[in-house]
């Protein structure tokens, strides 16, 4: 696999936010740990397209790639890629021993491809594969170190028929015992549940917390590296006064 990857940055330490990591059901805030070099390498890499760099200030990658605890050689399933911004980014972080599987709706007829079969057939990401999946009856691979999702969560509620907490067990059966599931999303007014799931494209954490602990997972870590104080929760994520600005909670979760 070719990367134009720079191989000399340094590791650097993390400024943005705090990490709230929950053990035996208490909170203690620490703080963020340091970038490591092969993350660092992967937001750094050249081939990355300038759409995505652009959006490096408000996604935050590498705190949201260390937070996850994502590293060379690791196995990681993607559920719902979009465009394929984190894609490109696991690829280059597990690198050439690694494997990343894009999990992903099969198009419907007559629609382009998605853009996550480009980036798999790119020799530069040749670790990446493509599964199309139904929501409803996901067939994951077995034995991974990561299921990542990202902004995607609360659209499994917006999915007829399907069984949000089965998407959960399906998860859970495809890490490894000590496997991570991390969730990022947009957050919705505390208490509101999943009511805004269709409407602002938003959910409450807790709603997220409680469905997949239920799964059997322990939820592990939370980060405030992508909060946003100031949005109000009212808005739907797509709005031009608060679009790449929400509010938005991270939570890493374990295989016991």
Same mark, same amino acid.
Request: with cysteine; charged share 20%.
């Given at each position: ?17 705090? &990490? $709230? *990591? ?19 390498? +992967? ?30 050689? !690791?196995?990681?399933?993607?559920? +719902? ?8 980014? &696991?690829? +280059? *972080? ?5 494997? *990343? ?11 382009? +491809?998605?853009? $996550? ?22 067939? @994951?691979?077995?034995? *991974? ?5 990202? &902004? ?9 028929? $399907? ?8 998860? =859970? ?26 409407? @602002? ?6 709603? $997220?917390?409680? !469905?997949?602990?239920?799964?059997? =997972? ?22 031009? !006064? ?6 938005? /909670?991270? &939570?890493? /979760?374990?295989?016991?």
């Amino acid at each position: 696999m070719k990367r134009a990857v720079i191989a000399t940055c340094a590791a650097m330490a993390t400024t943005a936010g705090l &990490l $709230v *990591v929950v053990l035996g059901g208490a909170s203690t805030a620490a703080a963020a740990p340091a970038i490591p070099q092969y993350i660092s390498a +992967a937001v750094a890499d050249s081939a990355r397209p300038a759409e995505d760099k652009q959006r490096d200030a408000e996604r935050k990658p590498a705190d949201t790639l260390a937070f996850a605890g994502v590293k060379p050689g !690791e196995t990681v399933i993607e559920i +719902a890629p979009g465009k394929g911004y984190y894609t490109r980014l &696991l690829s +280059a *972080v597990v690198g050439a021993k690694g494997k *990343v599987y894009a999990a992903t709706s099969p198009p419907k007829p007559d629609a382009p +491809a998605p853009p $996550v079969q480009a980036i798999a057939a790119d020799p530069h990401y040749s670790n990446v594969s493509v599964s199309f999946q139904r929501a409803a009856d996901l067939k @994951l691979p077995q034995g *991974v170190d990561l299921v990542w999702t990202s &902004l995607n969560y609360h659209d499994f509620h917006n999915i007829p028929g $399907v069984d949000v907490g089965a998407i959960n067990r399906a998860v =859970f059966a495809a890490l490894k015992p000590g496997g991570t599931y991390l969730v990022v999303d947009h957050a919705a007014e505390v208490g509101s549940g999943a009511r805004d799931t269709n409407t @602002l494209h938003r959910i409450d954490e807790e709603t $997220v917390k409680q !469905e997949v602990t239920a799964a059997g =997972f322990k939820l592990v870590a939370e980060s405030d590296v992508l909060r946003n104080k100031a949005d109000p929760h009212t808005a739907k994520v797509f709005d031009a !006064e608060i679009k790449g600005h929400t509010d938005q /909670f991270m &939570l890493r /979760f374990k295989k016991p």
